[in-house]
């Protein structure tokens, strides 16, 4: 088993959705929690990040964590045609490696 | 935000050559950089983990003789490619650490054909 599960998708919704992206994650010492936006041929570009549970929110996008089930999301709300990337999510514990999901793969149909 | 850049972005080189990757943190002092392998359509597979000052870390199957690392600043490290073969064409990413705490910044990666 993975230590960190993400649905590959491909996801495909129509502009002005809101978006769910959803991880899990089977480690109890991940303390922080990121999502990472990938376009296709660059780095990922850091969205989002959290440490243990709750919420946070910025602009269109808000990330979830739930320590009780070992649950990640990411909302993206009136999603753009320009959100059409690779959204990756990441936890990391006391150390600072990162462990990564494989990713899903999202488009937003204009 | 901080920004962590890579150089070169493309790069292509003959099978037997090698190939140095820089990966700077322009903004902040990183003292712990990782790179990380990319195939397409996959996730990022760590390689190394590099502390400023000290050797590097490698990851299981990692081969630390042919992937070269050196940290030796703490706003430059570098991973050079040797003896490069076709399947050594990837993707390769480095990401930064400012030390202990999140948020981990990734650079553009630089995409390696050998040919």
């Known amino acids: 088993q993975k230590e960190v599960e993400q649905d590959p998708g491909p996801l495909s919704v129509p502009e002005g959705a809101i978006v769910s992206l959803n991880c899990t994650y089977s480690?109890?010492?991940?303390?922080?929690f990121m999502w990472y936006r990938q376009y296709s041929r660059k780095g990922p570009e850091l969205l989002m990040y959290?440490?243990?549970?709750g919420n946070k929110e910025d602009g269109r996008f808000t990330a979830q964590v739930d320590k009780s089930s070992k649950y990640i999301s990411l909302f993206i709300r009136d999603s753009q045609p320009s959100d059409s990337a690779t959204y990756l999510c990441?936890?990391?514990?006391?150390?600072?490696?990162?462990?990564f999901g494989t990713g899903t793969r999202l488009t937003i149909i204009p | 935000g901080a920004v962590v850049s890579q150089h070169p972005s493309w790069v292509i080189c003959k099978s037997g050559t090698s190939v140095k990757i820089e990966c700077r943190s322009l903004?902040?002092?990183?003292?712990?950089m990782f790179w990380y392998r990319q195939f397409p359509k996959q996730s990022l597979m760590l390689m190394a983990t590099?502390?400023?000052?000290?050797?590097?870390?490698?990851e299981q199957g990692v081969e630390k003789d042919k992937f070269l690392i050196n940290h030796a600043s703490l706003t430059l490290s570098t991973l050079t490619v040797t003896s490069a073969h076709p399947e050594d064409s990837s993707f390769y990413i480095c990401?930064?650490?400012?030390?202990?705490?999140?948020?981990?910044?990734f650079g553009e990666g630089s995409w390696l054909t050998v040919v």
């Open positions: 480690n109890s010492a991940f303390q922080y």
């Open positions: 959290t440490y243990s549970s």
């Open positions: 990401s930064a650490s400012a030390g202990g705490l999140p948020p981990i910044y």
């Open positions: 990441a936890a990391r514990g006391g150390n600072e490696k990162l462990t």
């Open positions: 590099s502390n400023e000052g000290s050797k590097a870390t490698y």
């Open positions: 903004d902040f002092q990183a003292t712990t």
